[in-house]
């Protein structure tokens, strides 16, 4: 069992930046690939990115490819999305997930946070 917890989230203007973080607890963190996802009002959950167990490997979702950045830090459980130049439909809430694939299929995941709310405004 994994057990996550996002935080970070916020009201920003559009053009701004924020960084999540994904505190992680229980099973090792370094035996998972770490994923983003998010979902706005009315509409599925969506892939945003996800990052190797050793960090070599990121992938990401073309509509945040250039603006986000997943990051982990192993030695103290933690997972990050740095988001820059933001706009309005990014406004989302922001899922942090375990999985142990390079995976962007929300049902490869078997671990998620609770989320939490970023909202750009224009």
């Known amino acids: 069992q994994v057990s996550l917890v996002e935080s970070g989230g916020g009201l920003v203007q559009a053009g701004g930046s924020l960084r999540l973080s994904c505190a992680a ?12 996802f998010r979902q706005a009002p009315g509409k599925e959950r969506e892939f945003v990115g996800v990052i190797s167990w050793n960090s070599e490997a ?11 950045t997943i990051s982990r830090e192993n030695a103290k459980n933690m997972l990050y999305l740095q988001m820059n130049s933001l706009k309005p439909e990014d406004t989302a809430i922001y899922y942090c997930a375990a999985t142990i694939y390079m995976a962007t299929a929300i049902d490869k ?5 609770q989320g939490t709310q970023v909202t750009v405004s224009s």
């Open 58 to 68: 990121t992938r990401y979702a073309n509509s945040v490819k250039g603006r986000f």
């Open 109 to 113: 995941y078997n671990y998620w946070g």
């Open 25 to 36: 607890s229980g099973r090792a963190f370094n035996n998972y690939n770490m994923g983003w």
